[in-house]
Protein backbone atom coordinates (compact mmCIF):
# COMPACT_ATOMS: atom_id res chain seq x y z
CA UNK A 1 0.00 0.00 0.00
CA UNK A 2 2.44 2.35 0.89
CA UNK A 3 4.23 1.87 -2.67
CA UNK A 4 1.49 2.35 -4.40
CA UNK A 5 0.37 5.47 -2.09
CA UNK A 6 3.62 7.03 -3.46
CA UNK A 7 3.35 6.24 -6.84
CA UNK A 8 -0.55 7.52 -7.37
CA UNK A 9 -0.41 10.51 -6.00
CA UNK A 10 3.73 11.63 -6.86
CA UNK A 11 3.70 15.15 -6.88
CA UNK A 12 0.12 16.16 -4.80
CA UNK A 13 1.65 14.43 -1.16
CA UNK A 14 4.61 12.81 0.43
CA UNK A 15 4.07 10.17 2.42
CA UNK A 16 5.67 8.63 5.52
CA UNK A 17 5.66 5.18 7.21
CA UNK A 18 6.57 4.30 10.42
CA UNK A 19 6.61 1.30 13.11
CA UNK A 20 7.01 1.83 16.57
CA UNK A 21 8.31 -1.86 17.93
CA UNK A 22 7.85 -0.37 21.74
CA UNK A 23 10.82 -0.75 24.36
CA UNK A 24 13.25 -3.57 23.50
CA UNK A 25 16.21 -4.83 25.05
CA UNK A 26 19.66 -3.25 23.15
CA UNK A 27 22.85 -5.06 23.85
CA UNK A 28 26.41 -4.87 23.23
CA UNK A 29 28.92 -7.30 24.41
CA UNK A 30 27.90 -7.24 28.44
CA UNK A 31 26.05 -4.06 28.21
CA UNK A 32 22.76 -3.78 28.33
CA UNK A 33 19.58 -1.40 27.93
CA UNK A 34 16.38 -0.58 26.94
CA UNK A 35 14.95 1.67 23.43
CA UNK A 36 12.00 2.97 22.01
CA UNK A 37 12.58 1.15 18.80
CA UNK A 38 11.12 2.89 15.63
CA UNK A 39 11.35 2.26 12.20
CA UNK A 40 11.19 4.84 9.90
CA UNK A 41 11.58 6.45 6.38
CA UNK A 42 13.67 9.33 5.34
CA UNK A 43 10.74 11.55 5.57
CA UNK A 44 9.68 10.65 8.70
CA UNK A 45 13.27 11.09 9.90
CA UNK A 46 12.85 14.91 7.89
CA UNK A 47 9.87 15.50 10.05
CA UNK A 48 11.55 14.57 13.56
CA UNK A 49 14.81 16.42 12.27
CA UNK A 50 17.00 15.04 15.07
CA UNK A 51 20.62 16.09 14.88
CA UNK A 52 23.46 13.78 14.92
CA UNK A 53 26.34 13.79 17.44
CA UNK A 54 28.77 11.65 15.78
CA UNK A 55 28.63 9.77 12.87
CA UNK A 56 26.09 9.69 9.94
CA UNK A 57 22.04 9.66 10.08
CA UNK A 58 20.02 6.62 7.93
CA UNK A 59 20.51 7.48 4.37
CA UNK A 60 18.51 6.87 1.15
CA UNK A 61 20.74 3.30 0.04
CA UNK A 62 19.86 2.25 3.71
CA UNK A 63 16.08 2.63 3.17
CA UNK A 64 16.02 1.16 -0.28
CA UNK A 65 18.36 -1.86 0.64
CA UNK A 66 16.84 -1.97 4.45
CA UNK A 67 20.28 -2.54 5.60
CA UNK A 68 20.64 -3.31 9.28
CA UNK A 69 22.13 -0.16 10.69
CA UNK A 70 20.96 1.86 13.51
CA UNK A 71 21.44 5.25 14.93
CA UNK A 72 21.12 5.18 18.66
CA UNK A 73 19.57 8.35 21.33
CA UNK A 74 22.00 10.11 23.77
CA UNK A 75 20.56 7.44 26.71
CA UNK A 76 20.97 4.23 24.76
CA UNK A 77 24.50 5.51 23.31
CA UNK A 78 25.35 6.57 27.16
CA UNK A 79 24.41 3.07 28.68
CA UNK A 80 26.49 1.24 26.11
CA UNK A 81 29.28 3.08 24.80
CA UNK A 82 32.56 1.51 25.76
CA UNK A 83 34.44 4.44 23.61
CA UNK A 84 34.30 2.12 20.64
CA UNK A 85 30.77 2.13 19.54
CA UNK A 86 30.86 3.91 16.37
CA UNK A 87 30.69 0.77 13.38
CA UNK A 88 30.13 -1.47 16.32
CA UNK A 89 27.32 -4.56 16.30
CA UNK A 90 24.38 -3.88 18.94
CA UNK A 91 21.66 -6.88 19.30
CA UNK A 92 17.50 -5.23 19.45
CA UNK A 93 15.71 -8.03 20.31
CA UNK A 94 18.23 -10.49 19.40
CA UNK A 95 19.03 -9.32 16.06
CA UNK A 96 21.92 -7.62 14.99
CA UNK A 97 22.35 -4.16 13.77
CA UNK A 98 25.26 -1.59 13.15
CA UNK A 99 25.22 1.42 14.76
CA UNK A 100 25.90 4.06 12.40
CA UNK A 101 25.43 7.19 14.47
CA UNK A 102 24.10 8.81 17.72
CA UNK A 103 22.00 11.06 17.90
CA UNK A 104 22.43 14.65 20.12
CA UNK A 105 21.05 14.95 23.61
CA UNK A 106 17.13 16.39 22.92
CA UNK A 107 15.65 16.36 26.36
CA UNK A 108 11.72 15.35 26.27
CA UNK A 109 8.91 16.54 23.49
CA UNK A 110 6.18 18.75 24.38
CA UNK A 111 3.85 15.60 25.66
CA UNK A 112 6.80 14.51 27.95
CA UNK A 113 7.80 11.69 25.33
CA UNK A 114 11.87 10.73 25.92
CA UNK A 115 13.55 11.44 23.28
CA UNK A 116 16.46 10.10 23.82
CA UNK A 117 16.15 6.54 24.45
CA UNK A 118 15.13 6.21 21.07
CA UNK A 119 16.51 3.77 18.37
CA UNK A 120 16.12 4.56 15.00
CA UNK A 121 16.00 1.73 12.22
CA UNK A 122 15.21 1.70 8.32
CA UNK A 123 11.56 0.79 7.79
CA UNK A 124 12.40 -2.05 5.95
CA UNK A 125 14.63 -3.48 8.22
CA UNK A 126 11.88 -2.78 11.16
CA UNK A 127 9.29 -5.13 9.10
CA UNK A 128 11.38 -7.90 8.51
CA UNK A 129 12.84 -7.49 12.56
CA UNK A 130 8.77 -7.31 13.83
CA UNK A 131 7.95 -9.62 11.43
CA UNK A 132 5.13 -6.88 10.09
CA UNK A 133 4.12 -7.56 6.60
CA UNK A 134 2.69 -3.98 6.14
CA UNK A 135 2.62 -0.78 8.04
CA UNK A 136 0.11 -0.26 10.61
CA UNK A 137 -0.42 3.78 9.61
CA UNK A 138 0.38 5.96 6.91
CA UNK A 139 0.97 9.39 7.08
CA UNK A 140 0.96 12.20 4.63
CA UNK A 141 1.87 16.08 4.19
CA UNK A 142 -0.43 17.56 1.21
CA UNK A 143 1.97 19.67 -1.59
CA UNK A 144 0.99 23.56 -2.07
CA UNK A 145 -2.35 23.65 -3.02
CA UNK A 146 -3.59 20.62 -2.04
CA UNK A 147 -6.72 19.88 -0.58
CA UNK A 148 -6.24 17.42 2.21
CA UNK A 149 -9.77 16.67 2.58
CA UNK A 150 -9.42 15.97 -0.80
CA UNK A 151 -6.45 13.51 -0.62
CA UNK A 152 -8.15 11.53 2.70
CA UNK A 153 -11.26 10.47 0.44
CA UNK A 154 -9.27 9.67 -3.05
CA UNK A 155 -6.91 7.76 -0.75
CA UNK A 156 -9.13 5.68 1.46
CA UNK A 157 -11.10 4.80 -2.11
CA UNK A 158 -7.98 3.35 -3.66
CA UNK A 159 -6.79 1.34 -0.12
CA UNK A 160 -10.67 -0.05 -0.03
CA UNK A 161 -10.44 -1.29 -3.98
CA UNK A 162 -6.73 -2.58 -3.17
CA UNK A 163 -8.10 -4.61 0.18
CA UNK A 164 -11.47 -5.98 -1.40
CA UNK A 165 -13.54 -3.65 0.84
CA UNK A 166 -16.98 -3.30 0.17
CA UNK A 167 -19.56 -0.89 1.44
CA UNK A 168 -20.63 -2.88 4.11
CA UNK A 169 -17.37 -3.23 5.70
CA UNK A 170 -15.10 -0.76 7.75
CA UNK A 171 -11.70 0.54 6.57
CA UNK A 172 -9.13 -2.01 7.85
CA UNK A 173 -6.42 0.69 8.11
CA UNK A 174 -5.58 3.87 8.95
CA UNK A 175 -4.08 7.16 7.29
CA UNK A 176 -2.44 9.89 9.79
CA UNK A 177 -2.24 13.09 8.20
CA UNK A 178 -2.28 16.78 9.93
CA UNK A 179 -1.01 20.62 10.03
CA UNK A 180 1.10 19.57 13.03
CA UNK A 181 3.63 17.10 10.71
CA UNK A 182 2.57 19.32 7.63
CA UNK A 183 4.52 22.34 9.86
CA UNK A 184 7.55 20.03 11.25
CA UNK A 185 8.20 18.65 8.03
CA UNK A 186 8.55 22.22 6.25
CA UNK A 187 10.08 23.48 9.25
CA UNK A 188 12.58 20.93 9.30
CA UNK A 189 13.00 21.40 5.52
CA UNK A 190 13.58 24.72 6.11
CA UNK A 191 15.99 24.81 9.14
CA UNK A 192 18.41 22.46 6.22
CA UNK A 193 18.05 25.05 3.73
CA UNK A 194 19.05 28.13 5.76
CA UNK A 195 22.01 25.59 7.04
CA UNK A 196 23.08 24.88 3.51
CA UNK A 197 22.65 28.79 2.56
CA UNK A 198 24.86 29.50 5.53
CA UNK A 199 27.32 27.35 4.50
CA UNK A 200 27.62 28.80 0.82
CA UNK A 201 27.91 32.45 2.13
CA UNK A 202 30.70 31.18 4.67
CA UNK A 203 32.64 29.37 1.55
CA UNK A 204 31.90 32.50 -0.32
CA UNK A 205 33.28 35.06 1.94
CA UNK A 206 36.78 32.74 2.88
CA UNK A 207 36.87 32.68 -1.04
CA UNK A 208 36.51 35.90 -1.53
CA UNK A 209 39.19 36.50 1.72
CA UNK A 210 41.93 34.03 -0.20
CA UNK A 211 41.37 36.04 -3.76
CA UNK A 212 41.46 39.72 -2.11
CA UNK A 213 44.95 38.26 -0.12
CA UNK A 214 46.23 37.11 -3.04
CA UNK A 215 45.65 40.28 -5.06
CA UNK A 216 47.50 42.46 -2.25
CA UNK A 217 50.44 40.34 -2.52
CA UNK A 218 50.47 40.45 -6.23
CA UNK A 219 49.94 44.42 -5.90
CA UNK A 220 52.97 44.76 -3.03
CA UNK A 221 55.35 42.62 -5.28
CA UNK A 222 54.94 45.04 -7.94
CA UNK A 223 55.65 48.16 -5.94
CA UNK A 224 58.87 46.46 -4.44
Known sequence: DYETLRAAFAGEAVFFGMILGGRLQVSVLGARTV???????????????????????????????GTRSCVLGADVAESLNDGRLMGRIVLINGTSFRVKGTLRRAGPDAQGNDRDSVVYIPLRAGMRMLRVEGLRGIGFVPMSGVSDDVLVERITKLLRERHGLDVSRRNDFEIESGESAAKQYRDGMRRHLVRGIVMAGIAAAVGGAVVTNVLLMAVGRRRA
Open 35 to 65: GDIRAMDLTNLAIENREIESGFALDEEDMKL
